[in-house]
């Protein structure tokens, strides 16, 4: 799969599997935006990217959540490239408690970052993809949305929101040649999951039948796929990348 004249917006790329995807998008020729609210990582990630591939990266700090930042970072990238091909919404963030202690402002911060974004991020750049008949929609979701998680119930909310906008969103933009398609990792090492006490991760590793860790670049890969011609009669999909932990 080849991506050259192909343009990636990427939210929460500054690290992570964000990060990992713009690395891959890129290392396939595809000119990429790298849209994180840390201004500074973003900036870090596109600098690697620019001096790793032959390819363009720019960098765009914004809030994901906010519609006038969204809608100035779809601008900004078709001022810069003049189209957007691939739109991977992956931002996310966790505010875990149980729901008996869990604050509204909890509950809402995570709705709106998780999943409020992916509707504010899709509605901007479907109006340039429409235009171009073409359009590659990912939308990282997560096992927790299948399943559910103790002292998660606004991330799981939020996760298990963005599968039911998927399908809805293919249904209404296949006649355009836009697809739309989920990612659902499933316990991912990355600088959130590292974070975690000790005993949680084992405990997470036990309920994983192939035995490790998945790893950024292992949903990367999926994204990858999903925006290749390969991909190109899939639509309304959530492919788990779990290690079989929700099979």
């Known amino acids: 799969m080849r991506f050259e004249g192909k343009v990636a917006i990427i939210t929460g790329a500054g690290r992570g599997i964000g990060k990992a995807i713009a690395e891959r998008l890129a290392s396939e020729g595809a000119d990429v935006v790298i849209c994180d609210v840390d201004k500074e990582a973003a900036e870090r990630t596109a600098e690697e990217i620019r001096s790793k591939y032959s390819v363009k990266a720019i960098a765009i700090s914004a809030d994901v959540a ?69 359009g590659r929609i990912v939308n990282i979701s997560s096992v927790i949305g299948l399943r559910g998680n103790v002292g998660q119930a606004n991330y799981a909310s939020a996760k298990a929101g963005i599968i039911g906008f998927t399908k809805s969103a293919a249904r209404e933009l296949a006649g355009r040649n836009i697809t739309v398609n989920a990612v659902a990792p499933g316990y991912i090492q990355t600088e959130m999951t590292e974070r975690l006490p000790q005993e949680v991760k084992e405990e997470m590793l036990k309920q994983v039948p192939l035995g490790r860790p998945g790893l950024p670049e292992d949903v990367a890969g999926v994204v990858a796929f999903l925006c290749s011609e390969d991909a190109s009669y899939i639509t309304g999909e959530i492919i788990r990348v779990d290690g079989g932990m929700a099979m």
């Open 66 to 134: 906010n519609e006038g930042d969204v809608n100035s970072m779809v601008e900004e990238t078709i001022k810069n490239f003049g189209r957007v091909d691939f739109l991977i919404n992956n931002a996310g963030i966790t505010r875990d408690s149980l729901l008996l202690r869990m604050s509204e402002e909890e509950w809402d911060k995570v709705i709106a970052v998780d999943l409020k974004s992916v509707f504010l991020c899709t509605r901007a750049v479907i109006r340039h993809m429409m235009r171009q008949r073409f």
